[in-house]
Structure formats: structure tokens, C-alpha cells
């Protein structure tokens, strides 16, 4: 067992867990972070996308311990009901869900497409950047309209970028 301190949303987390715990388990099992999904448990997905540090990382490929002393940020730590990041937003607007599964990873992998590659973003670099994360309901036009909307709404709110 490892004792690990980490931030996680803005807030300090200590937990204790066994050195093969997966990060997603610790968010979803211990920390009662559900909305980083767990599907494929083979990294091809991309529902379980989270930030750790900054960059976009798939939470079922990375041991808890691997962020000790880090800041992991998921969907939970974005925005609130009150008031959506601008990225939910836009999926919101441009119905860039359909059964919501992959959601909270596209989200997270597009304010992460943004991080790397500014607010300007073209249908085709999206599409290429999106490779790994998968909608089982082929709904990626409206999930690829969703992120450059997202995207210019974050260059009008620089805060919101992270």
C-alpha cells in the first residue's frame, strides 16, 4: 500500500491505495468521480480521459501512483450546472452527445486538442486529434462541430482554457 497526495478538481487528496491501482479506479471507486467512464480497460477508448498536469491522459493506462503529487483534473472539476465550461457548452449547443458515454472523455480530450493546438481548429486536425477516443454512436460530426465551437469560446474567455 502507497499513501498518495495529489490535487485533484482544486482540492487536496490523500489516499491510500495498492501500487496496481489504475487512476481510474481511485477516481471512480475511491474518490466517487464517476463521470471518468470505463469501458474498454485497453487505452483504445478514451472515456476515461482525464488531465494529469495539464495533458490529456487515458486514466485506465496510469497508476494512481503515477500521480502522486500531481494535479489531475477531470470532468467534474470543468464547469458546474450553473454555469458549463465553455467546451460543455458547446456540446450542449451543437448535440455533440448522443448516449453520453463517451462525453465527459470527448470533452476532456477537446479542451486538451485546444491546449495543444490553439482555438483556431479545422475539421480535419479535430478528427485527426480525436483518434483513441471512440463514440459508439458514430456521432463524431456534431462531437467535431462541438470542439471548434468549444474552441472559440475558450479564446474568448482565456480562464477557461485551463
Do not use: W
Amino acid at each position: 500500500m502507497q499513501t498518495l497526495i495529489m490535487n485533484v478538481n482544486g482540492a487536496p487528496v490523500t489516499a491510500t491505495v495498492d501500487a496496481r491501482t489504475l487512476l481510474v479506479q481511485l477516481l471512480r471507486d475511491e474518490l466517487q468521480l464517476t463521470g471518468t467512464h470505463v469501458a474498454c480497460d485497453t487505452s483504445q477508448c478514451g472515456a476515461c480521459t482525464v488531465h494529469l498536469d495539464g495533458v490529456a491522459v487515458k486514466a485506465c493506462s496510469v497508476l494512481a501512483v503515477q500521480a502522486d503529487g500531481a494535479n489531475v483534473l477531470t470532468v467534474e472539476g470543468i464547469g458546474a450546472s450553473e454555469r458549463l465550461h465553455p467546451m460543455q457548452e458547446a456540446f450542449r449547443e451543437h448535440h455533440g452527445l448522443q448516449c453520453g458515454f463517451c462525453t465527459p472523455g470527448m470533452i476532456m480530450a477537446g479542451i486538451d486538442i485546444v491546449r495543444r493546438h490553439g482555438t483556431n481548429l479545422d475539421e480535419h486536425t479535430v478528427r485527426a486529434e480525436l483518434e483513441g477516443n471512440i463514440c459508439r454512436c458514430t456521432g463524431y460530426h456534431n462531437i467535431v462541430l462541438a470542439i471548434m465551437a468549444g474552441a472559440q469560446a475558450m479564446a474568448a474567455i482565456p480562464a477557461a482554457a485551463e
